[in-house]
């Protein structure tokens, strides 16, 4: 079996930072990478892949699932839950789609009334 690879720490703390202004985020270490969790619930997962990628994983809603499964080879649904999704890390990721998608995980993930400070007005 093929070594995975470590997720570059600047890729970590580019998450971090997004994700640790979310109220009670905690960051810690998962099986393979590192995940950020609002008490038990996970809101993101990296991890770098034997094929030399590295991943992120998080919540969306069923419309996203059902785009993320069209997106192209960089987007996919995963096995891991009914509204799991990822996306591969690399130079041409667009970290401000990415930091609103995982605002949106949080959203998803967070007991509701943490969820309501971050809740975004309706159009």
């Not at 905690?26 to 008490?39: F, H, K, P, Q």
């Not at 009914?82 to 949080?106: F, P, R």
Request: net charge negative; proline share 4%; aromatic share 8%.
């Amino acid at each position: 079996m093929a070594a995975r690879l470590t997720v570059p720490e600047e890729v970590v703390l580019r998450l971090d930072a997004i994700l640790s202004r979310f109220p009670k985020v905690y960051e810690e270490s998962a099986w393979v990478g590192t995940r950020w969790r609002v008490r038990q619930a996970t809101i993101a997962h990296v991890f770098g892949g034997e094929d030399k990628l590295v991943r992120i994983t998080f919540r969306a809603s069923m419309d996203e699932v059902h785009a993320f499964a069209h997106l192209g080879p960089r987007c996919f649904k995963t096995d891991w839950g009914q509204n799991v999704v990822g996306m591969v890390i690399d130079q041409d990721t667009d970290w401000e789609e990415l930091a609103e998608l995982l605002t949106d995980s949080y959203c998803l993930q967070a007991p509701a009334n943490l969820a309501r400070t971050l809740a975004r007005p309706t159009a």
